[in-house]
């Protein structure tokens, strides 16, 4: 089964009403409701698509996405109260806004999450993810992550060689990462 190449996941992306720590686990959509077109993710290099975990053939499609993006290395991440020390440290810190010098893939095995991009002019668009979800986020885009209420997210982590997990936080250095000025000119070609 061909991996479903859709640029919108199961539930459209949208563009977000303010979001705190407090209420972000909730979907923070703005009033009326602002979709975000496939073409506002792509204008920022974000991809989205989807893999069927219910499929036998899905190490197909997982191997197809693994060479599509040339990563070599995956692991798997749990990102629940029980099995994650710290949870409620490490949440915060998914949720701040960061960027990495590497991209950023993820497959959703299992629960519902959000992952917030800065769209074009800053404003900020919320992916919600769910089992089978693949998202890649280009190295140097700012964007944070949060489960929803029932803080029980299972992703699979794709990289190029090593894992490594560094975030740059924009309130701190982000800005000064030269991936930073790569991204900003690619997106702006
Ligand atoms: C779904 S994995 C947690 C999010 C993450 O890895 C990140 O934002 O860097
Ligand atoms: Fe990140």
Request: aromatic share 12%; with cysteine.
């Amino acid at each position: 089964m061909d991996v479903l190449w859709l640029f919108h996941i199961e539930e459209m992306a949208y563009f977000m009403a303010n979001a705190t720590r407090e209420n972000c686990q909730d979907e923070c959509r703005l009033s009326p409701n602002r979709d975000a077109a496939e073409e506002d993710l792509k204008k920022i290099g974000v991809e989205c698509t989807k893999v069927d975990f219910d499929d036998a053939n899905v190490q197909e499609d997982l191997d197809r996405l693994i060479k599509k993006y040339d990563m070599n290395f995956h692991d798997e991440v749990h990102i629940c109260r029980e099995t994650m020390p710290n949870f409620d440290e490490k949440l915060n810190i998914f949720f701040e806004e960061h960027l990495h010098d590497d991209a950023e893939l993820r497959v959703i095995k299992h629960g519902v999450g959000y992952f917030d991009v800065r769209g074009k002019n800053e404003q900020w668009i919320r992916i919600p993810v769910r089992r089978g979800d693949f998202v890649f986020l280009p190295a140097g885009i700012y964007h944070r992550f949060t489960t929803d209420r029932s803080e029980d997210v299972v992703a699979l982590r794709l990289f190029r060689n090593n894992p490594k997990w560094t975030a740059f936080n924009r309130s701190e250095d982000g800005d000064k990462q030269p991936i930073r000025e790569q991204y900003l000119k690619d997106v702006s070609a």
